[in-house]
C-alpha cells in the first residue's frame, strides 16, 4: 500500500499506453490475457483502437500488413510463452518483408524465470526473439519504459524497416511513479526515418548503366510500395520509358493496365532484357535469384535502389547500386537525367506490347466461361470485374493456385491495394491482412483464399463480424491442397494427405457469427454476391465451389518441390 495520493501517481500500464500514443499509434492489434488483459482495456479506455483476435498469429500478421500500408509500426499484443510464440511467426514474417511491427509480449516473473524456477508461462521470451527480427528490448523500470518505446518505433522504422520485440514483464505494469515525473520521462521519436540520398558518383555510374542499355527493364518491388513515393516513382518510370514489370505487391503502384507494363510478357522480358533495374525489389527466390534459364544466357547489367546496403550483390553483381530510400534515389535520378532522355526503342518496347496484348487476348475467353463445375479462370474474371470497377478495395490473397491465378488475372489499380503472403508465402495471413486492410484503410476488402490457406486463419471471421469490417472473402473451394482429387496410395479409407471433406460449406460458418454466407456455383451467382457485399459492406463469405480437378501441385512454384527417385521408378 503506497501512502499517497493515487493522483500524483501513474503505473507502467499508463506510461506504456501514453508512450505509444505520444509516438502515434493509434491501433493495437491484440489477443487479451495474463498480464496484459487490464493493458487492452485501459488502452482502449484511453483512446487507442484495440481490437482483439482469436489468435496472436492473426493479430500479428494484422499488425505487419498495418506497417506496410502505414508506414508506421503495427503493433500486436499477447501474453507470455504460448502467445508470444504465435505472435513471434507474424514478427519474423515483418521483419523478412521489411515491414515495421512491434510485438508487445507480457511475461513471466524474471527472478523466476533466470533461475528456471518454473514459473507461469516461464520463457526467456527477449533470447527467443531476438533472431527472428530486428531488434529485441526489455523494459524493467517504469521509468524507462519512454526510451524504451521510443528505441522500438525507431529500430523499426528506420534503414530498412522491420519487427521489433518489446519485452513487457508483468512486474512492471503494476510500477508506479509520480505522474509528473512519469510524463517527463515520455520520448517523442524525431524523424524516425531520416532521407538518405545517394551519393552523386552513384547517381552518375546509374545514370551511364541505364544510358548504355538497348533492351531495359524496372522491376518494381514492394519495398517501392512501401517507401509512399508514388509520385516519383511513376515520374521516373515514365521518363525512363522502360517496360516494368511489378512484384505482386508492387501491383498497382502504376495500375496494371499502363502501357509499360510488361506482366503478361513476365518471361520474354526477364529472359531477354541486357539491364535490369531493381526499384525497392530483392534477387532473391521469388526472381529465381537472379539467374537460371529464365533470366537467358545473355549477361545482365544491374542496376538497384535500396535502402539496406547489405542487400546489394547479394545474388548478382550490381553495376550501379543506389542506396537510399525510393523517394530520394527517385529525384535525385531525374535531377540527373534530365528532360531529354532517350526512351529504349520501338524494337524492344513494341515487341513487349505485342506479347502484352497477345497473352492478355489469349486469356480472355477462359475469363468468360461458363464451364460447370466453375474453374479458377471463371470465378476470377467475375472477380477482375469488380475491382476494376471498385478500384479503391483492397485485395487479399493468399493460396497456392488461388494465389497465382488471382495475382496473373486481377489487375491491381491503385497503390498498396494488394496484400498477400509476402517473402515467405506464408498460408493463414489473409484474415489478419484482411482485419488490418479495413482498419487501417477504412476501404472495402476483397480476400480471395484457396481452402486451404483460409483454414490456417479462419477463426478470426469471427473478428471480421464482430468489428463488422466490410470484408468480403471469397473462398476458392476445390476441396483440397493444391487439388481436391488426389487418392490415398496405401489403399485405407483415409483420404490422401491433401483432401479435405469434400462439399464443405464455409459459408454456414460465417452464418454462424452473425454475417453474410452464400454458396454459389456459376460466375453469374458468384458476381451477384460480390455486387451484394460491396454495396452492403456487410461481413461476407462466398464459398465458390470450383472444380475439384481444377490446380496444380504447388501453383507456379512445383519445382520446388523435391523430387523421388523411388517414387518415378
Ligand atoms: P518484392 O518481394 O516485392 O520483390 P522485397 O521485399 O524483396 O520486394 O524487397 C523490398 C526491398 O525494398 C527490401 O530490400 C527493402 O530493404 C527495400 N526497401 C524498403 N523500404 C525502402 C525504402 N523506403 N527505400 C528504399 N528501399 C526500401
Ligand atoms: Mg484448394
Not at 63 to 73: E, I, N, W
Not at 97 to 109: A, K, Q
Not at 309 to 331: F, M, R, Y
Not at 415 to 431: A, C, E, F, N, Q
Amino acid at each position: 500500500a503506497v501512502d499517497v495520493d493515487p493522483l500524483t501517481l501513474t503505473d507502467g500500464f499508463h506510461l506504456l499506453i501514453d508512450a505509444l500514443k505520444l509516438n502515434g499509434i493509434e491501433t493495437i492489434y491484440n489477443v487479451p490475457g495474463i498480464p496484459i488483459t487490464d493493458l487492452g482495456r485501459y488502452a482502449q479506455g484511453e483512446g487507442i483502437r484495440v481490437l482483439s483476435f482469436r489468435h496472436e498469429q492473426s493479430a500479428g500478421y494484422a499488425a505487419a500488413a498495418a506497417g506496410f500500408l502505414t508506414k508506421k509500426p503495427g503493433v500486436c499484443m499477447t501474453v507470455s510463452a504460448p502467445g508470444f510464440l504465435n505472435g513471434l511467426t507474424a514478427l519474423a514474417h515483418a521483419t523478412t518483408n521489411c515491414w515495421p511491427m512491434i510485438l508487445i509480449s507480457g511475461s513471466s516473473e524474471r527472478e523466476i524465470v533466470d533461475l528456471q524456477q518454473g514459473d507461469y508461462e516461464e520463457m526467456d521470451q527477449l533470447a527467443v526473439a531476438r533472431p527472428h527480427c530486428k531488434a529485441a528490448y526489455r523494459i524493467l523500470h517504469a521509468e524507462d519504459i519512454g526510451i524504451g518505446v521510443a528505441r522500438a518505433i525507431r529500430a523499426a522504422i528506420t534503414g530498412r524497416p522491420g519487427g521489433v520485440y518489446l519485452d513487457i514483464p508483468g512486474a512492471l505494469l503494476g510500477q508506479v511513479m509520480d505522474a509528473v515525473e512519469g510524463e517527463k520521462s515520455l520520448v517523442k521519436v524525431v524523424d524516425p526515418a531520416p532521407a538518405h540520398f545517394p551519393g552523386p558518383d552513384a547517381v552518375s555510374r546509374a545514370v551511364e548503366v541505364l544510358k548504355s542499355a538497348k533492351k531495359p527493364l524496372i522491376i518494381l518491388g514492394k519495398g517501392a510500395a512501401y517507401a509512399q513515393a508514388d509520385e516519383k516513382v511513376r515520374e521516373l518510370v515514365e521518363r525512363l520509358g522502360y517496360p516494368y514489370l511489378p512484384m505482386s505487391m508492387a501491383k498497382g503502384l502504376l495500375p496494371d493496365n499502363h502501357p509499360q507494363c510488361a506482366s503478361a510478357a513476365r518471361s520474354l522480358v526477364l529472359k531477354e532484357s541486357d539491364c535490369v533495374f531493381l526499384i525497392g525489389a530483392r534477387l532473391n527466390w521469388l526472381l529465381s535469384h537472379g539467374k537460371g534459364k529464365g533470366w537467358g544466357s545473355d549477361p545482365k547489367k544491374f542496376v538497384q535502389i535500396e535502402i539496406d546496403p547489405k542487400e546489394i550483390d547479394s545474388n548478382q553483381p550490381i553495376a550501379a547500386p543506389l542506396v537510399g530510400d525510393i523517394e530520394s534515389c527517385c529525384t535525385a535520378l531525374l535531377e540527373a537525367i534530365g528532360d531529354d532522355w532517350q526512351k529504349p526503342s520501338e524494337d524492344w518496347t513494341g515487341m513487349i506490347r505485342g506479347k502484352v496484348e497477345a497473352n492478355i487476348a489469349k486469356m480472355a475467353p477462359r475469363l468468360q466461361n461458363n464451364s460447370n463445375p466453375m474453374d479458377y479462370h471463371a470465378a476470377l474474371g467475375v472477380l477482375k470485374k469488380a475491382i476494376a470497377e471498385n478500384p479503391d478495395t483492397v485485395l487479399v490473397n493468399e493460396g497456392a493456385n488461388a494465389l497465382d491465378l488471382t495475382r496473373s488475372v486481377v489487375d491491381v489499380m491503385k497503390p498498396r491495394k494488394r496484400l498477400d503472403v509476402g517473402t515467405w508465402g506464408i498460408m493463414g495471413v489473409g484474415m489478419g491482412n484482411a482485419v488490418a486492410a479495413a482498419v487501417e484503410t477504412g476501404c472495402q476488402v476483397l480476400a480471395v483464399e484457396g481452402d486451404s490457406a483460409f483454414g490456417f486463419c479462419g477463426m478470426e471471421i469471427e473478428t471480421i463480424c464482430r468489428y463488422k469490417l466490410p470484408v468480403c472473402i471469397v473462398i476458392m473451394n476445390n476441396n483440397g491442397i493444391y487439388r481436391g482429387d488426389d487418392v490415398n496410395r496405401s489403399g485405407t479409407s483415409d483420404p490422401a494427405t491433401t483432401v479435405f471433406v469434400p462439399d464443405a460449406r464455409y459459408d454456414q460458418m460465417m452464418q454462424a457469427f452473425g454475417g453474410v454466407g452464400v454458396n454459389v456455383k456459376t460466375p453469374d451467382e458468384l458476381n451477384t454476391a460480390v455486387t451484394e457485399a460491396f454495396a452492403s459492406r456487410k461481413p461476407t463469405l462466398i464459398n465458390a465451389v470450383i472444380d475439384p480437378a481444377a490446380g496444380k501441385e504447388s501453383g507456379n512454384i512445383g519445382s520446388l518441390n523435391p523430387q523421388s527417385i523411388v517414387a518415378q521408378a
